[in-house]
């Protein structure tokens, strides 16, 4: 009989090896957008009914582009941990791999897309001003 105690349970980190890592990874991106969430809304609530042009031009400043950029990169990133705990908990084999391969893909995307249209507005304003 093999005798494991808590801390060795806890270092051998599960099945996968990455269950302590993901759970503070995950703790610790939770605790950030609970800061940048309230300031994320704050930022967009300045932008609605802005013009398009007042848009680019309010996204295209340090602050609001930073904000969102956080706020995205952190909550995909948020996203891509726990869909893959809960793919590997309810998917098996071939439709796992799947799974989390779309997940991780349309994270990335999501990431991309957004820091694609911030350096985009940052550059409009650059040619404007």
Do not use: C, N
């Amino acid at each position: 009989m093999r005798y494991i105690t808590p801390l060795k349970a806890a270092e051998g980190l599960g099945a996968s090896h990455t269950g302590t890592q993901d759970h503070w990874f995950l703790t610790v991106s939770a605790a950030a957008l609970v800061l940048l969430t309230p300031v994320f809304m704050l930022v967009v609530a300045h932008a609605i009914g802005l013009p398009r042009a007042g848009v680019m031009a309010y996204f295209g400043q340090p602050f609001p582009a930073i904000v969102t950029g956080l706020f995205i990169i952190v909550g995909m990133l948020h996203f891509i941990r726990g869909t893959r705990v809960m793919i590997d908990d309810y998917l098996q084999g071939t439709a796992r791999k799947v799974g989390i391969i779309a997940s991780v893909i349309f994270s990335y995307a999501v990431i991309a897309a957004a820091v694609y249209a911030l350096v985009r507005m940052g550059l409009a304003t650059l040619v404007l001003v």
